[in-house]
RNA sequence: CGGGAUGUGGCUCAGCUUGGUAGAGCGCCGCGUUCGGGACGCGGAGGUCGUCGGUUCAAAUCCGGCCAUCCCGACCA
């Protein structure tokens, strides 16, 4: 009945409340899961606000094929070299065999870009500020609900601009007014926004920024991706604008990418030894109430006065839990797994005395209102809900974020998974590749602006050229 | 794709060593008693023991092939 100790098992623990909290689960296609309901009212939740911060800040919902050719995949170097891996190719279809391959899409850069050459002939064109929701397939070896599994739905954004500044200037801002606020606004998921080294980067990208935060088992997951292609896609796809002085110029572009990958981070960030405890902004169900009653004498009495109060919830998500075949405490129990921020509990004793017992999930506290005062109580609850599980997630991750003065104190905390160490980097790949061997830690991100640096690299001694985050990824 | 393990009702597993009528807990269905922190009693449904073959009078059990899943490594949102 009681879930895997998180400090013994995470991954079992992880994979307990996913499953017992009814998220999601695995399906008989092998690597790909089902995600369900209540695992999919959170995407849902997630969804809205990223699609309104997307647009808010200019940009437009458009659609892409799932399937396109594998020439197109083909067109840029780097970008074809690190997701050939990955790659699912369709090769039959109709009945018979087909005379040119079609990949599934792993990204869709190739075939927007493919389109964008169509679309962009003069400055006046630009920029193209455009989004889509959609599925992706990426083969993976060792899937893990929502964290990594061959089919998985995301957001990508895909803009093109007539300079350099614009580009990079856009796939800063999606960084920060996208991104890092959907996910420490929605999420209660604090970040750490940065740059990826060049070993990290996405394949194909100049620059790829990035918000990573950590989990409770001292893991770091990268929370959103933004990338800064320069004119490496419009060159490879021949995609040409004549700009304002008349000469002709490849535009510069972006990319971006935030997936459901985000739900299971919202699992190992905030969740417990009772289960999942939802920032109130995603949850199905922002508030249930629990009848308690004895008999029928006290049943319409009590469910009359539980309907009462759902009523006083206006414009909150509430659930009143009336099922008969199971006892107060039992639900008391599924709720917590499931991380509902709030309980309501009414009984005889509560409908006497004009009052109602609240619980919140984030402190594991009880207390007793007024009942006239419940529906603006559950209101503040939300935000104060929201706001304690930003709170101990960046005590947390302030107490996890070391700074080493040794390579082997360096070695030791990223060896035991203790969460973020911060240490400077010569900016060679050789000392990331000795840190990985070494420790299974990558560098995460580094400063968002290049500071300079006095220090030595952790690793070699050499001069440092930038401050880097380490951790153990997933 | 390399190394290790496991396949038995929906789930977790016992039974296999020593071949002989397929079991438990949880879950599910029915009835009743319960109901303020994961209730209990009684009755019931549900399994070609991963699969194919071999040995044997007889295979969940012994032998071999195949398939699948899980864990550990290289790849990844």
Not at 140 to 149: K, Q, Y
Request: glycine share 6%; aromatic share 10%.
């Amino acid at each position: 009945m009681s879930l895997p100790d998180q400090s013994v098992d995470f991954p079992g623990w992880y994979q307990e409340v996913v499953k017992r909290a009814e998220m999601a689960e695995n399906s008989v296609t092998r690597g790909a899961m089902v995600i369900k309901p209540y695992g999919y009212a959170i995407w849902e939740f997630m969804q809205q606000g990223m699609d309104r911060r997307i647009k808010e800040t200019g940009h437009q919902n458009l659609y892409f094929p799932l399937l396109y050719p594998l020439r197109l995949l083909e067109k840029e170097a780097d970008h074809v070299e690190g997701f050939t891996p990955q790659v699912a190719i369709v090769t039959h279809a109709g009945g018979s065999k087909l005379e040119e391959p079609l990949v599934i899409r792993p990204t869709s850069e190739a075939v927007i870009w493919a389109t964008y050459k169509n679309w962009i002939q003069s400055y006046r064109d630009l920029p193209l500020l455009y989004n889509q929701w959609a599925n992706v397939l990426r083969w993976e070896m060792r899937p893990r609900l929502f964290l990594r599994t061959t089919e998985f739905l995301w957001q990508e954004g895909h803009t093109a601009h007539e300079t350099e500044q614009e580009a990079m200037a856009e796939s800063k801002m999606i960084l920060s007014d996208v991104y890092r606020t959907t996910v420490e606004e929605d999420f209660a998921m604090p970040v750490i926004p940065g740059r990826k080294s060049a070993s990290e980067r996405f394949p194909g990208a100049q620059e790829t920024f990035t918000i990573e935060a950590l989990m409770r088992d001292g893991k770091a997951l990268q929370a959103g991706t933004s990338h800064y292609f320069g004119q490496n896609f419009s060159r490879a796809y021949d995609v040409k604008f004549q700009s304002r002085d008349g000469t002709e110029e490849h535009p510069y572009s972006t990319s971006w990418g935030a997936s459901s990958r985000l739900i299971g981070g919202v699992v190992m960030v905030h969740g417990d030894e009772k289960g999942l405890r939802l920032p109130p902004k995603l949850a199905p169900y922002q508030v249930v109430v629990v009848p308690i009653y004895k008999g029928d004498q006290d049943k319409a009495k009590v469910l009359d006065a539980c309907n009462a109060v759902a009523k006083m919830l206006d414009g909150l998500r509430v659930k009143i839990d009336d099922r008969e075949h199971f006892r107060p405490g039992y639900k008391f129990n599924e709720w917590e797994l499931k991380g509902v921020p709030v309980r309501l509990e009414i009984g005889a004793r509560e409908v006497d005395a004009d009052e109602v017992v609240v619980y919140r999930r984030d402190l594991g506290e009880k207390q007793t209102e007024r009942l006239a005062e419940v529906g603006e109580r559950a209101n503040s609850l939300m935000a104060e809900i929201q706001s304690t599980l930003f709170d101990q997630a960046e005590v947390f991750r302030d107490e996890h974020t070391h700074v080493p003065e040794s390579y082997e104190e360096f070695n030791e905390l990223l060896s035991s998974a203790a969460g973020f160490v911060r240490a400077p980097w010569c900016g060679e790949a050789a000392c990331e590749e000795k840190v990985k061997a070494e420790t299974k830690a990558t560098n995460r991100a580094l400063t968002l602006e290049p500071e300079a640096m006095t220090t030595a690299c952790i690793v070699c001694n050499n001069d440092a050229k930038e401050m880097a985050l380490w951790a153990q990824a997933y």
